[in-house]
């Protein structure tokens, strides 16, 4: 089973996106947080699908993410 990091951002307009930084052109968008959680995962399996039928090698994840706590002033 592959992971990859998954951005995820409140949009102005209401709503997310998400894309996913070791997947170029890998985004979505969706008007809650539940659907945008799906339609990024879809996106990714689709991608993913169109490089093995390509005959490509699939991209590793590399992207490490963590969380940092800071004293807000």
Known sequence: MM???VIIEET???GYSAYVPD???????GDTL???KTNIKSAI???LEEI???GMVLPLPK???TLVA????
């Open 3 to 5: 992971q990859y990091v």
């Open 12 to 14: 102005e307009e209401g």
């Open 23 to 29: 997947l170029p052109v890998c985004f979505t968008v």
């Open 34 to 36: 539940d659907e945008v």
């Open 45 to 47: 399996e689709l991608y």
């Open 52 to 54: 093995r039928e390509m």
């Open 63 to 65: 992207t490490i993410s």
């Open 70 to 73: 800071i004293q807000a002033a």
